[in-house]
C-alpha cells in the first residue's frame, strides 16, 4: 500500500504502481549523477560478551537528523549535496555511540521547479552518511516527518515499497515545496558499523626515530 501523507489518503495497493511511477521516473532521470557506491561494511555486527561495551552500530539503526541547509523543489538544484546535524545521539545498549551534532551530507537527487500551466515541482533528496571520526557512516530510507504540512503546502508524499526508492529516501512532489534549515527528518543506517577501537592512554609512546649521525668531510 503507497501512503499519501499529504493528502491523508490510503491508495489501494492495485494503484501502488501508478502512484510510484513519478518517483521511479525522477530518480532515473536525475542528470549526471554518479552511481552510489556499493556498501562495503559488514551486514551484522559481531558478537559482544554480556559485560563488554558496544563497539558497532547495526544496520538499519534509527538515526535523526536536523537539516543545516534550505532545500526545495525551487532553489535546490539536482546533483548538488546538503548538509545536516545529528539531533539526537545514536545510542546502542545505552551507550552513546555517535554524540548530537555530528555533521552529516546529503544530495538532491533530483529538483524540479513546478510550471506555470500547473505542472507539479518535484524533489527527491537522499541522506548519504554520518561524518564519524572522519569515517562515513553510510544512511538510507531519509524521510521527513512534516512533509504535508503548513511548511510545505499541497504536498503528496509517498512511501512505496520499491528497493531504489527505499535507499534514495524521500519523494515529494507538489506546489511549493519548502524544507527551511532545520526541519526535521529520520533515515536508518545501511550497513553494520564498527568503531574504531578507544585508544589506551596507559600505552607507551612510540620512541622516536633515531637521529642519523652527520657524515663527516673526507680529510685530504
Do not use: W
Amino acid at each position: 500500500m503507497v501512503l499519501l501523507v499529504g493528502l491523508g489518503l490510503a491508495v489501494p495497493a492495485a494503484l501502488a504502481q501508478d502512484a510510484a511511477a513519478p518517483a521511479e521516473k525522477a530518480v532515473k532521470s536525475a542528470p549526471a549523477l554518479a552511481p552510489a557506491a556499493p556498501l562495503t561494511g559488514p551486514t551484522t555486527c559481531p558478537p559482544v560478551e554480556p559485560d563488554a561495551e558496544p563497539r558497532c552500530i547495526p544496520p538499519l539503526t534509527p538515526v535523526l537528523l536536523l537539516t543545516r541547509t534550505h532545500l526545495g523543489s525551487k532553489i535546490s538544484k539536482s546533483g548538488e549535496m546538503f548538509e545536516f546535524v545529528l539531533d539526537q545521539p545514536v545510542t546502542v545498549n545505552g551507550k552513546v555511540l555517535v554524540p548530537a551534532g555530528t555533521r552529516g551530507v546529503g544530495e538532491v537527487v533530483h529538483a524540479k521547479k513546478s510550471g506555470g500551466s500547473g505542472a507539479s515541482g518535484e524533489l527527491v533528496l537522499a541522506a548519504r552518511y554520518l561524518d564519524v571520526g572522519g569515517r562515513k557512516l553510510r544512511l538510507r530510507s531519509l524521510h521527513f516527518a512534516a512533509a504535508g504540512q503548513d511548511r510545505i503546502g499541497t504536498v503528496t508524499t509517498m512511501s512505496v515499497a520499491s528497493p531504489a526508492l527505499a535507499l534514495v529516501g524521500f519523494f515529494v512532489k507538489g506546489k511549493g515545496i519548502d524544507l527551511p534549515v532545520g526541519t526535521q527528518a529520520d533515515a536508518k543506517t545501511a550497513e553494520a558499523f564498527l568503531l574504531d577501537p578507544p585508544t589506551d592512554p596507559a600505552a607507551p609512546a612510540s620512541p622516536p626515530a633515531a637521529t642519523p649521525e652527520p657524515v663527516q668531510p673526507l680529510s685530504q
